[in-house]
């Protein structure tokens, strides 16, 4: 366990030492007035306690990707750990950090905006699109598994539609109520569920010790099926939450609204992310000693499944059902928020009023129906959750990949350093590059040799490096212009020739 517990000592380190430096980078304005400030609406900009933004973005940002997540990315074996810790401290955190500040100084803009303000209106539309989509993808995915495991812990003799219909309306209502009035009161309960869940598994592997495999044991791909599932980039988009997500920059506009000072950030959208982070290795370290030692029991299993297996290992059914529930209200959490962001952000491109809620309600409605489409797909399949997952993956990490660009070049733009960003931007688009000519069962892997496939994400990944450069070097032109005529201007202000 001495490669667990150091992973954890090490996601703290980032937190205390790395979002200071970031922090730094990024620069405070502590003379700034907030949205919440400037404009409360009471409905989606509204002032609350740092503590209760705190554990509701904990909450938004969690959902069951850093539980079934990294369930899923513990198949390939102790690599999950050097992933949850690099990508939480240099990569995740960083990318929720500087996207949450820049919501801020904007106004509380959704993701999107914040795109096109830095990239142009064309990556701005496309961003909409994508955004959207994977927040669609979200609300699914996170109706399936609470569902699912409401039915196997809870009540096996129901229909699991029941579950689905009755948390699909909670959502609809969730959506479109204001942000303090349900939100705001109950989630910080929500939140300490899921953070006590936690620490009851970390306290079942401190007594029972098991043995939980060290870093040098299981480096290799140990996923079943390693043959068609290599560590890259599959790994890197099963752990998505858990190190990484393009998701949670969508859902930090949501706290930037009720925030009422900007030096709460970095505790406010660094923070959470770390919590993440220790989250996803308790489950992603005790799924490796089940997939190590008891591979009997995870034979079928998915992510869902396997948190009734671990559970049942270790607890009676009193703590089995107070895990369950924390995952289960991760899981509902993160689901209506979701489809909240995704309704706030075709109301600021239609420039529709939400004050009123008829018109929270008329976009709801069709979100929702798109959403219950995309939940019929994934229930009706035999492997409908694992491939809308990786899906909802791959499409969360491009947006991620995108974010992280889009970050990179409001640091030029600032004459910050760029290093920050620009590694793990290259990074990510090496994974979101080779993935759909890598993956053999979501992509074009089963028709072309892996080779070609990362040569094509090797490709991708010039290109857009190529992009970025030209990019800086058409806005130092734009800015040099920019200067000479403001000193041209002066001189002929002042008589000088």
């Known amino acids: ?4 517990f150091t992973a954890i000592v090490l996601l703290l380190l980032g937190y205390a030492i790395y979002s200071r430096i970031i922090e730094r980078v990024v620069g405070l304005n502590t003379q700034r007035k907030t949205p919440a400030v400037k404009h409360p609406d ?5 002032p609350m306690k740092p503590w209760r933004i705190f554990l509701i973005q904990f909450l938004n940002i969690a959902g069951v990707g850093p539980i079934c997540g990294a369930i899923m990315g513990a198949k390939f074996g102790t690599a999950s750990y050097l992933w949850i ?3 939480c401290v ?3 955190a960083v990318h929720d950090y500087i996207s949450g500040v820049l919501s801020i100084r904007k106004n509380g803009a959704s993701l999107p905006e914040i795109h096109g303000y830095y990239l142009g209106p064309r990556i701005r539309k496309a961003m909409i699109l994508i955004t959207i989509f994977l927040l669609l993808l979200t609300g699914a995915v996170f109706v399936n598994t609470p569902a699912t495991l409401i039915q196997n812990i809870y009540a096996p003799n129901s229909n699991i539609y029941l579950w689905v219909t009755l948390i699909f309306l909670y959502y609809l209502v969730a959506s479109v109520v204001p942000i303090d009035k349900l939100i705001g009161r109950i989630y910080p309960v929500f939140g300490f569920i899921l953070i006590t869940s936690a620490l009851l598994l970390l306290g079942a592997i401190i007594v029972e010790r098991p043995h939980i495999p060290e870093l040098w044991e299981a480096i290799s791909n140990q996923h079943p099926n390693a043959a068609s599932q290599p560590i890259f980039p599959m790994m890197f988009v099963s752990i998505a939450c858990g190190a990484i997500s393009g998701f949670h920059a969508t859902q930090s506009p949501l706290m930037a609204r009720c925030m009422t000072h900007e030096r709460q950030a970095r505790p406010i959208f660094y923070g ?3 919590v993440e982070g220790i989250v996803a290795l308790i489950w992603a370290a005790i799924a490796a000693y089940f997939f190590h030692d008891h591979p009997e ?16 290992y270790w607890f009676g059914p009193a703590i089995v059902t ?6 289960i209200c991760a899981a509902i959490t993160s689901g209506d928020t979701a489809l909240r962001s995704a309704r706030l952000i075709v109301a600021d491109v239609i420039h529709y009023d939400q004050r009123p809620v008829k018109n929270r309600s008329v976009i709801a409605s069709a979100i929702f129906a798109i959403t219950a489409a995309l939940l019929v797909f994934s229930m009706a399949n035999k492997d409908g959750f694992e491939s809308i997952w990786h899906y909802f993956g791959w499409t969360n990490q491009l947006l991620a990949t995108i974010t992280l660009w889009t970050l990179t070049c409001y640091l030029y733009w600032k004459g910050r350093q760029q290093w920050f960003t620009i590694i793990p931007a290259l990074f990510m688009t090496m994974v979101t590059g080779s993935f759909l000519f890598v993956a053999e069962t979501e992509g074009l892997g089963r028709y072309i040799p892996r080779e070609i496939g990362y ?4 490709v991708i990944t010039t290109f857009v490096f190529f992009c970025y450069l030209r990019w800086t070097h058409v806005f130092k032109r734009r800015q040099d212009g920019f200067h000479s005529t403001k000193g041209v201007a002066k001189k002929r202000l002042t008589g000088d020739k």
């Open 272 to 274: 959470p992310m770390i």
């Open 297 to 312: 029991l995870c034979i079928g299993k998915d992510g869902p499944a396997m948190v009734g297996v671990i559970s049942n």
């Open 42 to 46: 009471g409905v989606d900009y509204v």
């Open 1 to 4: 366990m001495i490669s667990f």
């Open 455 to 458: 040569c094509i994400g090797a």
């Open 85 to 87: 810790v690099l990508g």
């Open 322 to 327: 107070f895990i369950t529930l924390g995952v």
């Open 90 to 92: 240099f990569a995740g």
